[in-house]
């Protein structure tokens, strides 16, 4: 007997074969068990997820010869000829190459006769959204008002194509790409079966090449069986696919957090050298940078291989959240013009050399940790640095040409920032008062840093109790309190207060505005200041009235300076 494939003889034959699917199994096999059988049912979905394995199923559900059921025998002469592919009440139509009117009208013209051997005749058209328009016009009356013995089964991977005439008279299910886990699960089900050996690393691979099509899977899989000569490691499948593996990505990332340029240009060699996919190799960073932010934000995350997840932490401590954020985003815009550069390999060596060249931005109160996540919000000591007034205290002059963002802000009255609190000897004397209203200096005089700055700016001061300071923190923020920012936290207020502090901190909303928050007003009064400070110099308004000009109020950006804003 000639060989069979592996995506043909794994074809599910009824509904509990079917794998990812389970909200269109649920629904069918409710509407087949209650007898509620609609006359059209139409599968949406990308290639190679169930569409028209399905609809087979559906219609060996409509003609086994024990009745309408969800689970059909299997054994009839109905069942075995659908599952053979010859049953003659099953009319299957390819609408892309029978796309012409007169073909549907002459199909149409045969739906009037009863059904040969079944209960039902089934027309299945794959791919209908080939159809023309004559041709959908055609069908649209029949499809509407088909005889009793007639269904309609309909698969397509592009519904948008199809008029709204035809999706309001169907029953649209729409298939889900399959999952990484569940394809994996279907593969090693399939080499036990086969008498085959392969380990988890390789069948993950296949599962993510197939990017959500079980039937690509099965094909890989061929291809695999076939190049590893009958097992699969994760060598060999990675040489197949032209994929990199997980440990020289790992070795590529901490060369770029390293800043080691010859050691990132010997890794791009050695692709070379072995004919890697370079359009591949961009995906698989890209999937371990978003794996290192899961491992940094997400408390409690851990990576089902301990290897990788040790892996993954010592990212996260070499790359800072703000650093993964940006080789994440560089690495996105390269992916999309890889296909633009010179060669794949001198496209993936600028996307690198970019990940090299670009840092995230130092914070005013931060220093060169770059930690931190989320929308970057001016911090408490940023304030405009005083000015002089307006033109009536300055000396007549030209008027000077206007530059695009170094705008002078006005003269606002600041208050000098109190210094840093330093620890005290509790002994010697009471630690300092603590109360809600005064929380963002508090804040301020702090000495920490990213995460844990942004844990104490997004809360807000709740009670101090003795030895126990208690905070609150916004549900939207629950992600900033770790065992590592709020054990920094706590050292950082121990200092502050010269004794041994605990910090309790609980969600919920407060009744104060957050450091955050008083940084955001502060620096949109101080724009607006900024603004009307601009507007009203004479020498501007000599420029805009020569120029037909008006000013940007974007790129008006105020000058800071350490300032507090106060509570």
């Known amino acids: 007997m000639s060989y069979q494939v592996l995506a043909r003889k794994w074809r599910p034959r009824d509904f509990s074969e079917v794998v990812g699917q389970e909200h269109v199994v649920r629904a069918l096999t409710n509407a087949l068990d209650s007898d509620r059988l ?4 139409l599968f949406t979905g990308t290639r190679g997820v169930g569409k028209t394995t399905l609809a087979r199923v559906l219609a060996k559900c409509f003609n086994c010869e024990t009745g309408v059921s969800s689970r059909p025998c299997g054994e009839c002469s109905a069942c ?9 009440d099953l009319i299957e139509v390819d609408a892309a190459s029978r796309a012409r ?5 002459d199909l149409m013209d045969n739906v009037q006769f009863t059904p040969a051997r079944g209960r039902f005749k089934v027309y299945l058209i794959d791919e209908v959204h080939m159809f023309s328009t004559h041709s959908f016009n055609a069908l649209l009356k029949t499809l509407e008002e088909p005889p009793s013995h007639v269904k309609f089964l309909l698969a397509t991977t592009d519904p948008q194509r199809l008029p709204v005439t035809v999706l309001s008279r169907c029953l649209q299910f729409n298939l889900k790409r399959v999952s990484v886990d569940d394809i994996a699960a279907q593969i090693e089900i399939i080499v036990t079966d086969e008498g085959m050996s392969a380990d988890a690393g390789a069948t993950r691979l296949l599962a993510r090449a197939a990017d959500g099509s079980l039937r690509d899977a099965l094909s890989l899989l061929d291809q695999a069986i076939a190049y590893g000569a009958g097992t699969l490691e994760t060598d060999t499948v990675q040489q197949m696919l032209g994929t990199l593996d997980q440990d020289r990505v790992f070795e590529l990332l901490r060369a770029l957090a390293q800043g080691d340029a010859n050691g990132v240009m010997e890794h791009v060699a050695q692709m070379a050298a072995q004919a890697l996919d370079f359009s591949t190799g961009l995906g698989g960073l890209l999937s371990t940078l978003q794996l290192v932010a899961k491992s940094q934000l997400v408390s409690g995350y851990a990576h089902p291989e301990l290897s990788v997840d040790d892996q993954l ?17 560089i690495g996105l815009v390269g992916s999309r013009d890889l296909p633009l550069s010179p060669d794949p390999q001198a496209g993936f060596e600028m996307v690198l050399l970019r990940m090299l060249a670009f840092r995230p931005a130092d914070r005013p109160d931060s220093g060169s940790d770059g930690g931190g996540v989320g929308r970057t919000v001016p911090t408490l000591g940023d304030a405009p640095a005083p000015v002089p007034g307006s033109a009536a205290s300055a000396q007549e002059s030209e008027p000077a040409p206007l530059s695009s963002r170094q705008e002078t802000a006005p003269e606002i009255p600041v208050e000098q920032p109190a210094p840093p609190q330093q620890p005290v000897d509790a002994a010697d004397a009471a630690p300092p008062a603590l109360e809600p209203s005064e929380w963002s200096r508090v804040v301020q005089s702090l000495d920490i840093a990213g995460l844990t700055r942004e844990l104490a700016s997004n809360s807000v001061l709740v009670s101090v109790d003795d030895d126990v300071i208690r905070v609150r923190l916004s549900n939207g923020h629950a992600h900033l309190n770790t065992a590592k920012t709020s054990a920094q936290l706590r050292a950082a207020l121990s200092a502050y207060r010269g004794r041994e502090t605990r910090l309790d901190v609980d969600l919920g909303e407060g009744a104060y505005d957050t450091p955050a928050e008083i940084a955001v007003k502060v620096a949109r009064e101080q724009k607006t200041a900024a603004i009307a400070a601009i507007e009203g110099d004479p020498n501007v308004q000599s420029l805009l009235d020569a120029f037909e000009a008006v000013i940007d109020h974007d790129s008006v950006e105020p000058r800071s300076t350490g300032v507090d804003s106060g509570a």
């Open 101 to 105: 009117v007169d073909e549907t009208r």
């Open 80 to 88: 075995r000829e659908l599952d053979e592919g010859r049953f003659v």
């Open 313 to 329: 932490k010592q990212l996260g401590e070499l790359l800072s959240p703000e650093a993964v954020q940006l080789l994440y985003q």
């Open 38 to 41: 609609h006359h059209a049912y």
